[in-house]
């Protein structure tokens, strides 16, 4: 089995476990900046998001101001393409980590780049919680901190794991353009010790691990997706 | 003394096209304390709208709105600090025709929610929110979630909810339109028993005079955003003065059902249908026998009911009534000396023209 596995992958298996270019460091890589960067976009996604629910022209605290605020800081960062992102936003990533290249370098553009489309679909979950629960809470004296996480998140969670789960899809793909500054992961070893070396097996090995991950992801999120709704019968 | 009372009250606010809608239109209103107060209109007639100013879900654009001597709104302005509001807005329950229960926690959870702030400790919260739900008789259902519940039980529950924290006024919005006609009248006799009970005062929206004629004692008839008439129950019954009133009163579901299944067809120039409203105290003697002998129409029956007003019986009548139009005319007048509240209709229930 593994000898037909060497003559079949010989670059894969060149490639070794660990090391600089080795498998495990480059799916260790993956996870890292996927996690890192899905909880600071996540958190910022969710922030924005119920601001601009809040502050609406028929939210609870309309507020033109703030709404146009986020509303084009989300627009104009989801305007940009990641790639190009990754180049412009490099003297802030400087001031923030000290450096611009690396894995750590690479979690300041991964959360400009997935907030802003986090964010939106945050706005839409939030919006669909019907208007209705929230007059009942304020015909009960609720206070918008009750009303944000008892009745906007919490009857929203359903589908806010439906598009969390999507957005982490989505960051999995910008992860793997953040190579393009030295970020190793697993879309870097697709690019640079496959497809660059003509070393096909690595990249379709490095295809399958992403299609792995992702499938890993998608089936987590539809679990819970499911188990945390009541909505309907 | 008035536990609501709202004076010159106006909403306005911009439709699509961005042209002012006059939603409420200077309507005053009283409610005493204890009052079952219906408030009934079509649909689009502003009926939620104004009752959603009285706990400031909706906030007027003119007007005063003064709650349990509270003075919420003064010329238009709110006067009332929102940290106060939200501390009285618990004691004005409020439920809904959507229910709006929250799906994502449990029954008991949803009634809890209301007493958050109420300073309980949770062991109690949880104690007051069951004898809540076994108020309504859905204590066993505690611990399952909205949607398992028929609509019937999911308002009991919004009741439930919105009595928690022992609240003085209960606004019911359209609350059984959703509802078919056994969980309607399951609905309306416990709002009329926790009435009693907990001596509250009810302002209850709807579109079916059936509803109102079950519980209210009093009653405001709206139409585009005015209160176009109000009274006693008793007395908008048995003399309304608006044609609009006529219509609401006599197009009960019974009556306008009895003329579509009767399928009359055209009448002829000599028939017309009037529907009689009575006090039955009042009319001693048989009105139809009488018409015959002594104006000499033809009055054939249709339709009669009797219900209990406030605890008046109150007789309802349908007439197809026979004779040329003098004798129309002699029949009119004739009922009316009898104290009769009489309303002609055409032959599909409409007001005749």
Partial sequence: MSSWFSSVFPNVV???????????????????????????????????????????????????????????????FRAIPFIILLAFIA???????????????????????????????????????????????????????????????????SELVRVSTVTIISLIGLTAMAGAIGAGGLGNTAISYGY????????????????????????????????LNHQSR | MSIIELKHVNVDFPDKKGKIVHAVQDVNLNVEKGDIYGVVGFSGAGKSTLVRTINLLQKPTAGDIQVNGTDFVKDGKQIIANKQ?????????????????????????NVSFALKHSGLKDKEIEEKSLHLLDLVDLKDKANFYPVQLSGGQQQRVAIARALANEPDILISDEATSALDP??????????????????????????????????????????????????????????????????????????I????????????????????????????????????????VEVSMLYGNVELLDDEPIGTL????????????????????????????????NLYE
């Avoid at chain 2, 000599?270 to 048989?286: G, H, P, R, W």
């Avoid at chain 2, 009534?321 to 000396?337: H, N």
């Fill in chain 1, 14 to 76: 060149q490639l070794g476990w660990s090391g600089d270019a080795g498998w495990g460091t480059s799916i260790v890589q993956t996870l890292f900046m996927t996690f890192w960067s899905a909880i600071f976009g996540g958190i910022l996604g969710i922030v924005f998001g119920v601001v601009l629910v809040l502050t609406k022209d028929d939210g609870i605290r309309p507020n033109k101001f703030w709404f146009n605020l986020c509303d084009k800081v989300v627009s104009i």
């Fill in chain 1, 91 to 157: 003297p802030v990533t400087q001031k923030i980590v000290g450096t611009q290249i690396g894995m750590k370098a690479a979690l300041v553009p991964l959360t400009l780049g997935v907030f802003p489309f986090y964010a939106r679909q945050v706005q839409v979950a939030l919006e669909s919680v019907a208007q209705g629960k929230i007059e009942a809470a304020q015909s009960l004296g609720a206070t918008i901190w009750d009303i944000i996480f008892s009745i906007y998140l919490n009857e929203a969670r």
């Fill in chain 1, 196 to 227: 660059n070396r003509f070393n096909n097996d690595v990249t379709l090995v490095a295809t399958v691990l992403v299609i792995i991950l992702i499938f890993i992801v998608q089936i987590v999120g539809d679990f819970f997706a499911k188990k």
């Fill in chain 2, 85 to 109: 509001l939200q501390l009285a807005r618990r004691k004005i329950g409020m439920i809904f025709q959507s229910f709006n229960l929250l799906n994502e926690v449990t029954v008991l959870e």
């Fill in chain 2, 182 to 255: 056994q969980n309607t009248q399951q609905i309306l006799a416990l709002l009329k028993k926790l009435k009693k009970e907990l001596n509250l005062t009810i302002v209850l929206i709807t579109h079916e005079m059936d509803a109102v004629k079950k519980i209210c004692d009093k009653v405001a008839v709206m139409e585009q955003g005015k209160i176009v008439e109000k009274g006693k129950l008793r007395d908008v019954v048995l003399h309304p003065q608006m044609a609009l009133t006529k219509s609401f009163v006599g197009g009960s579901i019974e009556v």
């Fill in chain 2, 257 to 296: 059902n009895t003329l579509e299944m009767l399928h009359l067809d055209h009448l002829n120039d000599d028939e017309a249908i009037y529907q009689l409203v009575y006090s039955v105290a009042n009319v001693t003697k048989s009105i139809v026998i009488d018409l015959y002998r002594e104006i000499g």
């Fill in chain 2, 318 to 349: 349908l007439v197809l009534v026979k004779g040329d139009s003098e004798k129309q005319q002699e029949t009119v007048a004739f009922l009316k000396e009898q104290q009769v509240s009489l309303t002609r209709f055409d032959e599909k229930g």
